[in-house]
Nanobody, 125 residues
Framework: QVQLVESGGELVQPGGSLRLSCAPS????????VGWFRQAPGKEREGVSC????????YYADSVKGRFTIARDNAKYILYLHMTNLKPEDTDVYYC??????????????????WGQGAQVTVSS
């Protein structure tokens, strides 16, 4: 059974940094790419960043390039999203996602099959 458990969401001031974590289980990172989506009520969901199961290539949405970094710790089986220079428009519920694909681009531009429960990130002074 595929499970994705996020942690690390909190209130942070504009310009601040935050790290989200996701603990995946029930599937192999060798065959399933993983990543992060975000969505707030009334807003469209957005593929933020994904990482390929095959070669570790990454995808970033234009809105977060240069500010967010995705990382995968295969030894600990944890996925991270390092977020810096946070802006109020980054306020969203962030979801850890996965699907049986080797492509980070495909995962982040499509509709992933599996989603975590979400972690609230609020950027406000």
């Amino acid at each position: 059974q595929v499970q994705l458990v996020e942690s690390g969401g909190e209130l942070v001031q504009p310009g601040g940094s935050l790290r989200l974590s996701c603990a995946p289980s029930g599937f192999s990172l060798d065959w399933y790419s993983v990543g992060w989506f975000r969505q707030a009520p009334g807003k469209e969901r957005e593929g933020v960043s994904c990482i390929s199961s095959m070669d570790g290539t990454t995808y970033y949405a234009d809105s977060v390039k240069g500010r967010f970094t995705i990382a995968r710790d295969n030894a600990k089986y944890i996925l991270y999203l390092h977020m810096t220079n946070l802006k109020p428009e980054d306020t969203d519920v962030y979801y850890c996602v996965t699907d049986r694909t080797m492509s980070a681009d495909y995962l982040c531009t499509g509709v992933p099959e599996y989603w975590g429960q979400g972690a609230q990130v609020t950027v406000s002074s």
